[in-house]
């Protein structure tokens, strides 16, 4: 039982990550039709900034925010400079192009700062754990389940209570309407993508807090596996984005504890059969959107 518990916990630190992440493509997606690969380097760049903040000696309380807000400019910039001219083009064109903004990023990684893994200063604390009720649970851990509560919280009250919350959500549901309804596409589609790199920094300081290094192509991975979690949840649909995070955080935990030793090498696949077998039963999604709802797969 203690072990079910222990590895619940462990689940729920990395299936927050995968929320977070998966919110954030959920967010442009939703808005713009627009899977944004170049998400992941997103992750890279506030992982950067904590680490040239922890060489500059600067506190880890003050190098988070700032670790938060570089990919928010990064993501705005993104969406100016690469998304906004292509904004009216087909959806393979976003596509190429958010994969051309994520190879030029990777390499501007490695040739202006390092190919290689770069370590990262984190507060001793983080390497600590606590004892809880019998359970032995890592600080960073527990850090990235409050953390990710607090987040999709405040992205719950943001959504519902602000402004520019509520025309994203209009803007989701039928933007072609909510333009009619005096609603700048502009502001709507920057606000997203700052929400979108919001996200993204929030996980990647998560990320980093729980491996201490960063390289060219941290984000990869985790938002290779975030995209997963989107169509899992119900691609567009911001609670299905949650959903089908903290599901494949489950997935993922529960395989590599209680699968047999000889099964190990197969983890990654049956994690992925499960997936299928989800989408097979629930092909919108486990909560599909709501202009998804009426369509039939």
């Not at 809880?132 to 943001?158: D, H, P, Q, R, S």
């Not at 309407?177 to 606000?191: D, E, H, K, W, Y």
């Not at 919001?198 to 984000?219: E, I, T, Y």
């Not at 985790?222 to 599901?247: C, H, M, T």
């Amino acid at each position: 039982m203690d072990l079910i518990l222990q590895q619940t916990v462990n689940a729920l630190a990395l299936g927050g990550t995968y929320a977070l992440l998966a919110l954030g493509l959920a967010v442009v997606f939703s808005i713009m039709g627009l899977i944004n690969f170049a998400h992941g380097e997103l992750m890279t760049i506030a992982g950067y900034v904590l680490m040239y903040c922890g060489l500059a000696g600067i506190p880890f309380a003050v190098s988070v925010p700032l670790a938060v807000l570089a990919p928010m400019l990064a993501a705005m910039a993104m969406e100016r400079v690469a998304f906004r001219p292509v904004r009216n083009a087909s959806g393979a064109t976003m596509l190429v192009t958010s994969f051309a903004v994520a190879m030029i990023l990777q390499v501007l990684f490695q040739n202006l700062i390092s190919a290689r893994s770069q370590p990262v200063i984190l507060p001793d604390a983080l390497s600590q754990s606590v004892t809880i009720g019998g359970l032995i649970i890592g600080v960073n851990k527990l850090f990235a389940i409050l953390a990710t509560i607090v987040m999709l919280i405040a992205l719950e009250l943001f959504m519902k209570k602000q402004k520019h919350g509520i025309a994203m959500r209009a803007a989701a549901e039928d933007f072609a309407i909510a333009r009619l309804m005096g609603i700048r596409a502009n502001t709507v589609i920057s606000a997203a993508f700052a929400l979108s790199g919001l996200l993204a920094g929030v996980a990647a300081v998560l990320w980093v807090s729980q491996r201490a290094s960063v390289d060219p192509l941290m984000g990869f991975t985790p938002v290779l596996k975030a995209f997963i979690a989107a169509i899992l949840g119900g691609l567009g649909s911001l609670r299905g984005a949650v959903a089908g995070g903290f599901v494949l955080g489950f997935i993922e935990v529960f395989l590599a504890a209680f699968l047999p030793s000889a099964w190990q090498e197969f983890r990654e696949p049956i994690g992925l059969s499960l997936v299928v077998l989800i989408l097979i039963l629930r092909p919108n999604g486990l909560i599909p959107a709501a202009t998804l709802q009426a369509q039939k797969v």
